[in-house]
């Protein structure tokens, strides 16, 4: 009797047994893309401008005994060597540089003799992460209005992509810096020391450069209009 408990039991995990022995381990790569908003999205096919930042995770599962070997290799389209590997389970990166990238995980589990391999023949089959990153763009206008109209209130980049350096300066007509900042996304409200500047000439000095190697040197005159309004606008002023 003890003997037949002893050959059940061995009977009910056995099944149970064969199922881990089996157990091989996989991949399931994922990118997730977080812009300069902080906005964040999930994709295998990206586009998007410099900074852009991506957190990539291999998603490994069955790995049980395995030891595992990760590699991510970041490539350009159309070149064969990657500019960049990381050896890690879960990486992040930032993109500064415009053109098309290719990510893919080689990832390698060995226990003994037995090796499972993810390496160019399973991206070659799915296909890799792909992220695209635009050209550069910079303009900046040449008027604004800080009427407390919430409309033109501040001067900053009229249009701007792909930048991955940035610095602008606020000039009075006699050459006195009155502001500056670093940040494409932000401006000048038309004040200095917290007190408002009278209306009329200034001018901006902007440097910036490009994730595609672009350098901009933007010298202007800006033209301040604290009596404008919405109503008289014109298109041409900014």
């Given at each position: 009797?003890k003997i037949?408990?002893i050959?059940?039991?061995?009977?009910?995990?056995?099944?149970?047994?064969?199922?881990?022995?089996?157990?091989?381990?996989?991949?399931?790569p994922?990118?997730?893309?977080?812009?300069?908003?902080?906005?964040?999205?999930?994709?295998?096919?990206?586009s998007?401008?410099?900074?852009?930042?991506?957190?990539?995770?291999?998603?490994?599962?069955?790995?049980?005994?395995?030891?595992a070997?990760?590699?991510?290799?970041?490539?350009?389209?159309?070149?064969e060597?990657?500019?960049?590997?990381?050896?890690?389970?879960d990486?992040e990166?930032?993109?500064?540089?415009?053109g098309?990238h290719?990510?893919?995980?080689?990832?390698?589990?060995?226990?003994?003799?037995?090796?499972?391999?993810?390496?160019?023949?399973?991206?070659?089959?799915?296909?890799?992460?792909?992220?695209?990153?635009s050209?550069s763009?910079?303009?900046?206008p040449?008027?604004?209005s800080?009427?407390?109209?919430?409309i033109?209130?501040?001067?900053?980049?009229?249009?701007?992509?792909?930048l991955?350096?940035?610095h602008?300066?606020?000039?009075?007509?006699?050459?006195?810096?009155?502001?500056?900042w670093?940040?494409?996304?932000?401006?000048?409200?038309?004040?200095?020391?917290?007190q408002d500047?009278?209306?009329?000439?200034?001018?901006?000095?902007?440097?910036?450069?490009?994730?595609?190697?672009?350098v901009?040197?933007?010298?202007?005159?800006v033209?301040?209009?604290?009596?404008?309004?919405?109503t008289?606008?014109?298109?041409?002023?900014?």
């Open positions: 009797m037949n408990k050959f059940l039991l061995w009977m009910a995990l056995l099944p149970f047994s064969t199922a881990i022995a089996d157990e091989i381990p996989t991949i399931n994922t990118a997730v893309f977080i812009n300069s908003d902080g906005n964040e999205e999930e994709s295998t096919n990206f998007g401008s410099a900074p852009l930042r991506g957190v990539f995770r291999a998603n490994a599962s069955g790995i049980g005994a395995y030891s070997n990760y590699e991510w290799r970041f490539t350009m389209e159309g070149d060597s990657p500019y960049l590997i990381r050896y890690e389970e990486t990166f930032t993109f500064t540089k415009a098309s290719r990510i893919e995980l080689y990832a390698t589990f060995v226990l003994g003799k037995d090796t499972v391999s993810f390496t160019k023949d399973y991206w070659e089959e799915i296909g890799p992460i792909r992220v695209t990153i050209e763009r910079l303009e900046m040449n008027a604004f800080p009427n407390g109209d919430d033109n209130d501040v001067y900053k980049a009229k249009t701007y992509q792909s991955v350096e940035f602008a300066t606020i000039f009075n007509r006699w050459g006195q810096k009155l502001f500056e670093d940040d494409p996304a932000k401006g000048w409200d038309g004040k200095h020391n917290g500047v009278k209306q009329g000439v200034y001018f901006v000095l902007v440097k910036a450069k490009g994730a595609d190697g672009r901009y040197n933007i010298r202007k005159d033209n301040l209009l604290r009596g404008y309004t919405e008289g606008r014109s298109e041409n002023n900014y």
